[in-house]
Antibody, heavy 120, light 108 residues
Framework: QVQLQESGPGLVKPSQTLSLTCTVSGASISSGTYYWSWIRQPAGKGLEWIGRIYTSGGTNYSPSLKSRITISIDTSKNQFSLKLSSVTAADTAVYYC????????????WGQGTLVTVSS | SYVLTQPPSVSVAPGKTARITCGGNNIERKSVHWYQQKPGQAPVLVISYDSDRPSGIPERFSGSNSGNTATLTISRVEAGDEADYCCQVWDSSSDSYVFGSGTKVTVL
């Protein structure tokens, strides 16, 4: 059974770059059957899709975040990563990673999430 | 970009039926997915492709999609169904997923 676990700094200063990693266990990230995704949720608010990456390296990004996002994949470590640049307090949220079947299938399952706070 | 509209809250008595709507322009042309999220937990997929139930999801959960509204129906509601429910679609015009704002279901 696949499991995903987010990791990274819980506190990031404004204007800096937020960096998170999702470690996948129970499945190979190299499988071409899946995509690997990031989603976030500010406290008390709804879910916001950030983007996804395929094993091939192809990506889709949220139009509203596209200029600040980079999602990458490391098949040797069975991990994929998120970088969000020029963060502000509005980027404070719980960040989730998730897997989906290639195409337009919904992300499932998800990791437990990690809280990232942007503050000086 | 595509917008999904959900009511902020729905209240239902135990044993009754809860219906949670998700509105969008010609949403019937899209596949709608539904997630359940309990406090402090990650979302769990309860309905995919309008009406498919993933393995392990009770038959009490069902979905439909017609016109401009998709609906998640929870029959014979139990206290454990109290959670936030969120719809999601793939927006081909922007090549991105879109989530609804979520509906809090309260079991009276």
């Amino acid at each position: 059974q696949v499991q995903l676990q987010e990791s990274g700094p819980g506190l990031v200063k404004p204007s800096q770059t937020l960096s998170l990693t999702c470690t996948v266990s129970g499945a190979s990230i190299s499988s071409g059957t899946y995509y690997w995704s990031w989603i976030r949720q500010p406290a008390g608010k709804g879910l916001e899709w950030i983007g996804r990456i395929y094993t091939s390296g192809g990506t889709n990004y949220s139009p509203s975040l596209k200029s600040r996002i980079t999602i990458s994949i490391d098949t040797s470590k069975n991990q994929f990563s998120l970088k969000l640049s020029s963060v502000t307090a509005a980027d404070t949220a719980v960040y989730y990673c998730a897997r989906g079947v290639i195409g337009t299938s919904p992300p499932d399952p998800w990791g437990q999430g990690t809280l990232v706070t942007v503050s000086s | 970009s595509y917008v999904l509209t959900q009511p902020p809250s729905v209240s239902v008595a135990p044993g009754k039926t809860a219906r949670i709507t998700c509105g969008g322009n010609n949403i019937e042309r899209k596949s709608v997915h539904w997630y359940q999220q309990k406090p402090g937990q990650a979302p769990v997929l309860v309905i995919s492709y309008d009406s498919d139930r993933p393995s392990g999801i009770p038959e009490r959960f069902s979905g439909s999609n017609s016109g401009n509204t998709a609906t998640l129906t929870i029959s014979r509601v139990e206290a454990g169904d109290e959670a936030d429910y969120c719809c999601q679609v793939w927006d081909s015009s922007s090549d991105s997923y879109v989530f609804g704002s979520g509906t809090k279901v309260t079991v009276l």
